[in-house]
């Protein structure tokens, strides 16, 4: 905002939090977060531990609300109680990291300098495991006030807002790198609460969607199927409004894959490729349906395009958008570029062979030359070639 003279004066930020028991957590992203807001909105749905004594610790404003079994009641609960110009939604699992180019200061600055025809801003979110990166997506966190809600009980989303990118901030997220018990208990946690969420509010589609996710996030790909055919059924009624979420069709390939289903995996790999066609993970599921049917075409047509396309995701992060994406991770690169060059490599031994052999039927100094030329092609390859149709590595 400015005065009356033209000054630039620095909007309010609020941070807004729902927690419960997060004595583990808390600290750390209260201290990634310390200097950065101006007010720090808390709301408690029933910590038995010091979550609370830690929150007020940092200057905290916590309330208390009883917990409801539903995320965005509670979500919307902690941003009624901000007063700030902008509001910054974090969780107790998460990090604020700043990039290396950047500082509280300058993103202060951006944030206020910001047109208001942007009434909200996304930032990366890495989802960390055992010090490593899994999967990244750009989430919306940012909202001017009175222009955030959630929605959806369990895996809560702002309603459908265009958001812009701030390249100056990201977030850790901390919440699935657990133990074996603790993995098992959100398990039956999340899972419980979306079949109860679509048992309630039947035309509530989006828990359809997060169930395939779950399922499928644990192996279990008979129910993740039966999930994404529900979800993809109501695909007319929710694409117009944009709350089509397009990541089942990855999940729907991947787990047709994995039962065994040949007919249904392809077409689910056909319909998604035709919707994303400069998907990554639609990439990948060409490249791994490549692979599981031995097709060296659709390996090296997928590879390929995923390679392209994740140099340009890195470049820019704006390509993401704010969609699920699954395989934006250094692993899965590895992958596609060992599934790559595997292939090419064994063709190219292939068709090495055969020109070696058609060359016995040559002029002799035509041969000759030709040898020659591969000779210094392959050579720093540390590829020996022999006109007796030999070729050693």
């Known amino acids: 905002m400015t005065t009356p003279t033209g000054q630039q004066v620095q909007q309010v930020l609020s941070a807004c939090m729902m927690v419960r028991d997060e004595e583990a957590n808390l600290p750390r992203c209260l201290e990634s977060i310390k200097g950065f807001v101006d007010e720090l909105i808390v709301v408690d749905t029933g910590s038995t531990d010091k979550t609370v004594e830690i929150a007020e610790s940092f200057g905290a404003k ?3 609300h009883p917990w409801e079994n539903d995320f965005s009641k509670h979500r919307n609960q902690s941003i009624s109680y901000a007063a700030g110009d902008w509001l910054f939604i974090i969780d107790a699992d998460e990090e604020l990291i700043f990039d290396p180019k950047s500082n509280i200061e300058k993103t202060r600055t951006w944030l206020d300098v ?12 890495k989802d960390m495991q055992k010090g490593r990166m899994t999967m990244q997506l750009n989430s919306s966190r940012f ?4 222009e955030a809600k959630y929605i959806g009980a369990v895996h809560n989303q ?11 901030v990201f977030l850790h997220h901390y919440g699935y790198d657990l133990t074996p018990e603790e993995k ?8 419980n609460l979306l079949l109860r969420e679509v048992e309630d509010n039947p035309t509530n589609y989006q828990a359809l969607f997060y169930l395939s996710q779950e399922y499928a996030s644990h192996r279990d790909w008979e129910n993740s199927v039966i999930y994404c055919e529900k979800y993809i059924a109501h695909k007319d009624e929710l694409e117009p409004s944009g709350n089509f ?14 039962i065994g289903d040949l007919q249904k995996s392809k077409e689910w790999l056909t319909a998604g490729c035709e919707a994303l066609p400069t998907d990554l993970d639609m990439a990948l599921a060409l490249t791994e349906f490549g692979a599981w049917t031995s097709n ?11 390679v392209a396309l994740y140099d340009n995701f890195e470049k820019d992060p704006y390509l993401r958008g704010n969609r ?11 992958y596609c570029l060992k599934q790559l060059t595997s292939t090419l490599l064994k063709e190219g031994f292939e068709r090495l062979e055969e020109l070696l052999i058609r060359l016995e039927k040559c002029n002799e100094k035509y041969a000759e030359g030709t040898v020659e030329d591969l000779q210094a092609e392959l050579g720093p390859l540390g590829l020996q070639v022999d006109l007796g149709g030999k070729n050693n590595v």
């Open 62 to 64: 916590v309330y208390h």
């Open 114 to 125: 910001l047109s208001k025809e942007h009434r909200a801003v996304a930032i990366n979110l």
């Open 143 to 146: 909202f001017r006030k009175g």
């Open 158 to 168: 702002p309603e459908n807002l265009r958001a812009v990118f701030c390249p100056h």
């Open 184 to 191: 098992e208990a959100k398990r039956l946690r999340t899972t």
């Open 245 to 258: 979420y397009e990541a089942v069709y990855y999940t729907g390939v991947r787990a047709y894959m994995r």
């Open 296 to 306: 060296s075409e659709l390996i090296v047509r997928g590879a390929r395009t995923f």
């Open 324 to 334: 699920f994406i699954f395989s934006n991770n250094p692993e899965v690169i590895v």
